[in-house]
Every structure is written in C-alpha cells, then in structure tokens.
C-alpha cells in the first residue's frame, strides 16, 4: 500500500494498532465481504464495478455504493454512447438511486444500489438546483464551463501528465462532449429543474488547470425576460439553508469571496454562488468543491449516512485545510 | 531598476555596453522624447496615459503606441461607465487605430496614435474573426469564460495576492461585467463579424488560475440550424493562413494539442482552435497568448512594426520558453 | 473570522451548532480564559505572548502552550540576540518545558508553560536526536539547509510574498544566522546528543520554495573515522520504534519514497531518513513535516495529550492529505 | 517535432520560411554533417554521445560541442563508476575541453571536442571558482546542496513524475552520490581552486523542487582561522568583474535580491552571491541558472563563440524572461 499511497506508510502497516494505524487492507473476497459487512464501497473501474456490484448484492450485502459511472446513466442508449466499453447491468442501472443528497435525500432510504455521482456532475448540478424557483431560463443553452485539478485524470502514467507538462498549463482537455453531460441532464430532468416542455440542451468543456486537487465549474445560462438577482440569490439561500455541505457564498469581504476549490480542499463542502446580469439577460453560476471528498468519497460516505439515518457528517467532519 | 526589475539586473546597470548592457532607463521628458523618438510606446496607467498621451503627440512624436486603455473605447459613454476616474480626449480616442494587426493591418499605416489593445480581447477578437464567414450564429448570446495567470493583475500588492492564498486557485475575480466586454463587441462590431441586424451581447467571466504567465479564452456560442465543423475549422485555416502570429491548432497527436498558454509563453503567438457540437448546435473557441506579449508589449511593437512596413516579426522572433 | 479564515465560513458562524459548526471565535479575556480553561494555548506573535502568558499563569490557568519563540532560549543573551524587541520575563523561560515530546516527554507531566519549538527546530531536532547513539560527529561542522513552502512566512503582505514574484523560486531568504539555530543548539546539549566536550557549531540556511505548507530539512555532518550506514539507520528504527508522529523512511520501492512534506500535509507525522557516504566521510539526515500541525499546532496538542496523560494522538489522528 | 515540441508548431513546419520559421529538422547524416557543418551540437544520450561524436570527428567536422557526459570526466575509472553503462574512447576524452568559458576560455581556442558542462557541475563550479583567492577552506568538507525543476530528469514518463505526485514536492532524488560531484572536483583541482596539499571531499545532495526550469545550488564550507566576509565579497567581484554571464548578487533592496532561477530563466546568466559567518567560520556560497540554457544549450552556444572568436553572447542576448 504505501507504494501506491505514501501517506499511508505505518497507518497500513500496523492494522492492530490504534488510531493512526487503524486502517486495515485485503484482497476482496465477495462472500467473506457480504459475511463481514452491510455496506460496501467500490472505488474501482467502472468495467470492475459493473463486475463485482451485481456479485456484492446477490451475495447479501445489504448496500452498495459505487463510485464508477457504471451505474448513473439509466438510459441504456446513454450509457452505450458514454462508456461503451463498459456492459453493466440494466436492470441494476434502473433500480440504482443516484448518491446526491441534497437532490435525493428522501429516496436513499431504500437504496440497495447508490451510484455516487461524478465530480463535475455533482457540483453542475448543485450550482443548477436552485434555478427550479426560476422563470424563463432557457434550457436548451446551458454551457458548462469545468476547471480542474491533476487528480482528476486518474493515476494513469502518461506523458502530457508529466509535471514539466503538466505544470501552469490551462488545457482544453475536453472541449465537446465530455461524458458527465448526460448524468447532469438526467438529474435536471428527474428534479424538476428544467422544464418538461424544452428539453435542455447542456454544452460542457473541460479543463485541465495548475492544481492537484479540486474542481471549479462555471455554468452560464440565458433568461428571457428580466433577470431579478435579488429573487436568485435568495433561492439559492432558501435550497441550501439546511444542508450542512453547501455554503452559498455571498461574496462579502474577505481574501478568498467567492467558491474556490481553494478553500474547501480536504472537505466535503461544496461551495456555490450566483449572479445575474440584467443587462444581459445572463445568470453565472459558480460552484467549487474536493473532487476527491464531495465529488468522491466523502459524497458516497454522506450518501451512505442518509441511507441508514446516521448523522450526516458522521466521519465527514474535517474542515477544509487551508491554505493548502 | 533591478528594485523591480530584478532579471534586468547589469542590463539595466551599464547602458553604455554591448547587447545584454543596451538597456537605458530615463526619466520621461516630453520634449525630449518628441526630439529623440519617431515612436514612444506608453506602458503607463490609464490615467497616466490619458495626460502624457496628447501632450507627446503635441510635442511632435509621430506615433504613439499606448498599452493602456485609456484611448480604447470610441464611445464616451462606454468609456465613462468603464473606467469612471479617466478623462481623456475622447476625440483622440475617435482618431486612435484599434492595434491589433490581424484585424486593422490596412488602417496602421496612418495611425498617430495606436490603442494597444487589453489582454483578453486580444484573444478573445482572434477567436472570434474566422466567424465573419458563418451563418446563423446567435450574437446575442455570446459566453466568455476567460482564465488568466497572476501577472494579469498587475503588480499591486494585496492581501488575496500573496502566494499561499493565490497558489492552486479558480478564483472569479469578474464574474459578470468585465470591463474587455465593450472592447470586443466595438471590434466585433467594426469588422463585420457579428451582423448588424442583430447586435452582439457579450457575457464575460474571468477567473484567476495558478500560473503567472499566459492566459485562455473560451468562446462559447450557439447556432440556428447546422453547424457545419468543418466550415467552421476551414474559416479558421482561411482566416489565419498568412498571419505570423496565430496558429490554428488542429488538436493532431502531440503532448499538448490544442490552444494552452504553456506552449506560447515569451512569445508573440496566439493559438486559436474552433470545436463544433452540432447535437447541441454548439460552438467553442478557444485561444491562449502571453499576456505580457501578444496580450501587451509585443503586440504594440507588431503593430508599430506594420506602422512602418518593417518585417512584421522585428524584435519578435522569440520562441516560446518551452517547457518553462 | 472568515475573512481571514475562509475555509471557516459557515464553521464559524454558527457556534451553536454541531459537528462543522463547533467552533467558537471570542476575543480573548484572561480572567474569563482563567474561569473556563484549564490549558490556553496562546499562538499569537511573541511580542504578545511575552505579555499575556504571564498574564494567564497569574490568573490561574494550570497550563499555557506558547506556540511563539518567546519562552524558547533560556538563555536571556541568546534571546536578546535573537529577538531583540522582546522582553521577557526570563525566569519564565527556565521554567518552561520544551514542547518536543520525542524529546522531553518525561518532563511534561510536569509543566506549566510548554514551550512549542519553531517549526525548522522541530525537523533538524528529531533529524538529529538518534546520533546520540553515535561517535565520532564533528559537532563543530554541523550545516543544515532548509526548505520551506510560503506559509512560513506568516500572513504580512510583502511585495516579495506576491504569487508572481513567489511562485516557482528557490529562494534564499536567510543564507546565514537563522533564529532557530540556537534553539537547535540548546536542545542538542541539554539532550546530550552532541558531546559536552566538543560544543556544537551549527550553520543553517533557510529558503522558500514554491509551496505552501510544508517543509524540508537537511543536516549535513562529518565524521572521523568510519561511518557505520547499518548502525546509522538501526539508531533511527531504535530511536523511534515506539514514537506515534515520527516515521523512519526506509527509501523502499514507493512512488516517493524518502521524507517530502507532499506526503505529511495535513498530518502529524515528521518523516525522517538518515544516508551515510563512507567514502566521504560524510552523513546526510532529511526530516520532513506540516509546518502547520506537527511544526506548530499539532505539536501543541500533541505536547498538551502527554502533559495530561491522554492518548497522544488524541485530536491528532488526520492522515496525510495526499495527493493535495 | 511538434508532437514532442508544441512550441515549435509552425516555427518548424514551415523551413523555408522566415525569422519564426528558420528552424530545419533533418535525421542526422554523419557524413552530410561534416560537408555542411563546422560545428555539431551534441544534444543526445551519453551513450549515443558515445558512439557519435567520434564519428563526426573522425568525417571531418571541425568542433564538437557534446552536452552528454559522455567526455566530461578524463579519469577512466570515474568515469566507469559514474556511467557504468557508457563505453567511451577515453583518448578521446583526455583531449576534451571542459566548455566553461569562465574557467577554460584560454584554452576553448584550440578545442575540436567540447565537453559541455553538467548543469549542476557550472553553478558549483561557478560559486566556488572566487575561492582560488581564499586561505584557510577546508577542502575535505564541502557540502552542496543542490535544488532543481522538474525539467531536470529529462523527459522520461515516469510514475513519480506525474504531476499530482511532482507538485509541491521537496523531494530529495539523490541524497548521496550524485553524478556532478567528481566532475566538480576534477575542475576544482585543475584550475587550482583547491589546495594541492589537501585533495578536495564534496559531498553533494539533490532535491527536486515544484519547478519546471531552473535550479540552485548552496555550497557550505568551514573554514580554518578566520573568515573575512569582506575578503570575500571582493574576490567575486573581481572574479566575474568582466565576464558578461556571471551577475554577483549584492543583495540590496529588490522584490528579489539574492540568487533565485526564478530571474533568471530564458538566459545564459548565472548569479552568484557569498556569505560569511564569521562566529561560525562559516563560508555559504549560492549559485542559480537556468539548467537549459548556461546549464545547457546556451553554454555550449557560449563556448563555440568562445572557440571561433565570436562575440561571447552571440545568439544568447535573450534577457530573463520575468515574472514567468
């Protein structure tokens, strides 16, 4: 393990230990899992995941939560276009309830299958929830703009990943078509954000820019009519006044005013703000949060707190690191 | 000098030496440089420029080139709502040439004074030039989504500018109303590219990201109709075929294929690339420049190079610092 | 506080709450801190702590945990030396128990004011703690370099501290005479890790580097005769077999495989490797931490856990943010 | 040559071209070389170096400026020991000439093989050449500390070298042993910079930095007696008094006073500075340059100017390129 996750040396090697070297690693080994556990986590390929989740629940564990697109897309067509080197199970797909908390709180309950959102598509469409108060936005030109990290890419060794390349770049790494789109599209339906009579039309281009860790995403829309900042800010204060992981930015006075990955590093804060410009017709959506915690792991561990009536930041409780 | 300056360090030091000593540095004195200069280029402050502007060409100095904003808007309106504490001879400004070679090559060759133009619309009018020969583009709902290193914020010292708090961001420095906006749309407007039937209304969003040097665009439009890419991409080829300075990436096989400021940083270039959706109806533009170069003094010695019919590329056959 | 703090937002604001909204902000009241606290831990410049941690210990509080230089040196020659615009209350300072558990565990039950080491003093310490063991050091030739990333330099806002200018530098910000040599030194001889006939000459360099938590050191030494690398590294797995926070680099096959602050970022934990040249004579120690937590405030509560006979890693059981 | 130089886009597609397209890119032809050439730049593997260079020499070629280490050490069994792999003519490289201008100008006249430096190798060389004027240097201890960007390792894809793995790091690669030390010390010796008496120990240390370009090295010495910093500091003005690429650092008032790479990147400058704790007998030498261009290509550049008579900063009046 510490080959891999140098910060893990000790914590890995002494699993009877105490805190510090509480964690414990093993091959897996499906039944002795379903045997031993209730919940499990799969981190793997979504070619894995769509292997051993179905083999997970017919062994008996309770609930899964993937964090592969395996499972997202329902629409079988969808997941073909998007991943299509990955077969998974359709019926699975359609019974899976989608890990975001904030849009599916109510429906966790009864979750077998959580299938734990992408980074991007969860910060999207937290930036894009509160527009359901919204009149006359129009649907079918959204445009995604999506900055992020090195740690989005993976942990495959490749030559333009190399620091000396990889270093202050800003690279257009996905400029159409990137394959979070269709997730984002899917949850806007399924909630009532966009209206059922004009289906949105969502544009995204992705980013490659000079960090490690974090996620910035842009959303911009268009508005018929006149746009009231005051009635949009107020939305966003209303959807998000109880949910312990979305802080609306209010732009005041301070070094860092508005969502940046920044200031949310290490945490499962996803940070959000909005602003309108009348004179345009124009609504700026902005939206920052740890790919690898409220875009990872951390989400599936909230998801997973919802599912069995925990305390929703029960092991989710680090404040951001800063600066970091 | 090397107070400031600390790379011209000796350069600065022995102004009477060869090559790397050739450097002099003066005090500015109006008359003296109208005796001394066919050329004074103004890399002052907006204020500033609006005063020593007039009285250098009072004074007999053929051409001034000023790198300031001072002289960019023709409207006084535009002017006054964007930079509200500048006065300046909005006659002047009605006389100033729009310095920016691609789009005003015939006209610089009568321009007194040459309004140097600002970082972002540099990139943002080159992305947008091949679009004179599309149709059905929607001008009316532009997006702009514009990244930049920390040089573009000038060298003011701030509490949110220091290294550990600047370090690793996506930081929404402008989310709506940057002021480059009526800059671009005044050129957008002048040159033909959007239509006169359908004035152009632009949103601009600008974002700080960790580099130092360099900046992106991205020019997000939608389209009535087809998008044809491959028009769109032959526009680009036709636009630029001849122009030194602007490459039209082609997103072939290499460590980094499309527009990034880490492959033009110290140098003229501007990279350009065009990508069409036409499932969303969608296009983006993407160009990345050295905000110190072609967004700044290299563009004004380009444009003063056309001023006088000298090669276009004199004093700036620099290649990109690669990797740096 | 979230001005100052942003990653506090909403943490801050709501002191009532639970889990993410715990923390409570209040200026500070001796008498009140006296009523309330048991343990104050003061990190405050240490021109302030010279003046109220007397303050505190008078009004009753049983421990202080002083995170300045203030109480270090007990030398009051040495401390004017170092820090000459402090006065303080010298007998203070030789009451105070030096706050390095590793070091002076044995000692801490005891304390009243802990004095917490330098973040640099902390590294080159434990770097240096296992030669104790050893024969033959020139302790007369002792060189330290020392790396660190920008918060080092606390929060002033300098011209020289601005992201352009410190980005990507190696700089050399105190090339003779750092302030933390002599706490060095004192720790060196009261823990008979040098030999008390031969009194150690330590030189250290210190240098920013384009980071933002963490830090490097490197003890470099001399040695007459042979030098044993098999006992040299059996010294460090002797000396820190059983030490929670301090972890003995084995340089095995890993992705980074020696001490780097990239892989204790957020932890407690200082990394440490020691290398011996015997052609040369000549022995390399590196020590590596979070100058934030084990280098400051973990230090603190770590120091704190032992002065109470708590579990030592209580509040201190983070893992590495990796990679951040 | 665009997949692997980005930069180069145009500048190398189009050879017939002017100023930014002069660059020809041909497969090297032995033979072709020696008709067309006077001098070949060696810019590849020291085991391709190896097998190359005589072969040009042999087909005519006038001068060969080789940037591998294939010919820098004249010691065979150094030689074996530092390049195991490397199988060279050792005839070959007794006839050598080390291509450091500001060490071997006299005798760069006469060279047919230049043996460019190693990029560590001249900034060491560099910082300690002024001590030929010093007494009372402990030979037998030098200590280098050496720091570099990740341009450093070359262009290797490796998994330590991704970027989320590389940022941010202090990572020490080489903390014994490093390949530059015998090269130092065959240099010290032959220009007489070390003692005749006392054969000269130095132990080097490297570290990788989050950097892309550039590197620094400190060198520690003790001293015997006492050390007369002002002594010193004149002996390397008068050292470098006349050579145009060596700035000595005085350290007055500057966003950045001392040597950093960070002003110094793009050009052929190597600054230098020199301190001295005399409580300590203490002696800090740091060097910093840019490792492709006076720890690369710009010196090879530097010493066939030097070779044909030229003047010394033909093709490298490039200033620093700053902030980048």
Same mark, same amino acid.
């Given at each position: 393990?510490p080959?891999?996750?140098?910060?893990?040396?000790d914590?890995?090697?002494?699993p %009877?230990g105490?805190?510090? %070297?509480? #964690?414990?690693?093993?091959?897996?080994d499906?039944?002795?899992?379903?045997?031993r556990?209730?919940?499990?986590f799969?981190?793997t390929?979504h070619e894995?995941?769509a292997?051993?989740v179905? &083999?997970?629940?017919?062994?008996?564990v309770?609930?899964?939560?993937?964090?592969?697109?395996?499972? @997202?897309?329902r629409?079988?067509?969808e997941?073909?276009?998007?991943?299509?080197?990955v077969p998974?199970?359709?019926?699975?797909?359609?019974?899976?309830i989608?890990?975001?908390p904030? /849009?599916t709180?109510?429906r966790?309950a009864?979750?077998?299958?959580i299938a734990v959102?992408g980074?991007?598509a $969860?910060?999207v469409?937290?930036?894009?929830?509160?527009l359901?108060? #919204?009149?006359g936005?129009?649907?079918?030109?959204? $445009?995604?703009?999506?900055? $992020?990290?090195s740690?989005?890419s993976?942990n495959a060794?490749?030559?333009?990943?190399?620091?000396?390349l990889?270093?202050?770049?800003?690279?257009p790494?996905a400029p159409?078509?990137? @394959?979070h %789109?269709?997730?984002?599209v899917?949850?806007? &339906?399924?909630?009532?954000? $966009?209206?059922?009579?004009r289906p949105?039309? /969502?544009?995204?281009s992705?980013y490659?820019?000079?960090?490690?860790?974090?996620?910035?995403v842009?959303?911009y829309?268009?508005v018929e009519?006149?746009?009231?900042?005051?009635?949009?800010?107020?939305a966003?204060? @209303?959807t998000?006044?109880h949910?312990p992981f979305?802080r609306?930015q209010?732009?005041?006075?301070?070094?860092?005013p508005?969502p940046?990955?920044k200031?949310?590093?290490g945490?499962?804060?996803?940070?959000v703000?909005?602003?309108?410009d009348?004179?345009?017709?124009?609504?700026?959506?902005?939206?920052a949060?740890?790919?690898?915690?409220?875009?990872?792991?951390?989400?599936?561990?909230?998801?997973?707190?919802?599912?069995?009536g925990?305390?929703e930041?029960?092991?989710?409780d680090?404040?951001p /690191?800063?600066?970091?």
């Amino acid at each position: 393990v510490p080959e891999v996750h140098p910060n893990l040396r000790d914590a890995a090697q002494s699993p %009877g230990g105490e805190a510090l %070297g509480r #964690l414990v690693f093993e091959t897996l080994d499906v039944d002795e899992a379903a045997r031993r556990c209730s919940v499990v986590f799969t981190a793997t390929p979504h070619e894995v995941s769509a292997e051993v989740v179905p &083999r997970l629940l017919d062994a008996g564990v309770e609930v899964v939560a993937d964090l592969s697109p395996a499972h @997202r897309l329902r629409d079988p067509g969808e997941h073909a276009r998007c991943y299509p080197r990955v077969p998974r199970d359709d019926a699975l797909a359609t019974l899976a309830i989608y890990g975001l908390p904030e /849009l599916t709180r109510d429906r966790l309950a009864e979750a077998r299958l959580i299938a734990v959102p992408g980074c991007f598509a $969860t910060a999207v469409t937290l930036a894009m929830l509160p527009l359901r108060e #919204l009149h006359g936005v129009l649907w079918d030109r959204i $445009t995604v703009d999506a900055k $992020t990290g090195s740690s989005g890419s993976g942990n495959a060794v490749r030559a333009h990943g190399m620091h000396a390349l990889r270093s202050t770049v800003v690279s257009p790494y996905a400029p159409v078509a990137h @394959r979070h %789109g269709p997730e984002i599209v899917q949850s806007l &339906r399924d909630h009532g954000v $966009t209206s059922p009579s004009r289906p949105p039309r /969502l544009a995204m281009s992705a980013y490659g820019v000079n960090a490690v860790r974090g996620l910035s995403v842009s959303v911009y829309l268009f508005v018929e009519g006149e746009v009231d900042g005051a009635n949009l800010r107020s939305a966003f204060r @209303r959807t998000y006044r109880h949910e312990p992981f979305v802080r609306v930015q209010a732009g005041a006075s301070a070094v860092i005013p508005l969502p940046d990955p920044k200031v949310v590093i290490g945490s499962n804060f996803c940070d959000v703000a909005a602003f309108a410009d009348p004179d345009l017709g124009h609504i700026v959506l902005i939206a920052a949060l740890d790919n690898m915690v409220k875009g990872g792991a951390g989400q599936a561990v909230q998801a997973c707190n919802v599912r069995y009536g925990l305390p929703e930041d029960m092991g989710l409780d680090a404040l951001p /690191l800063f600066p970091a």
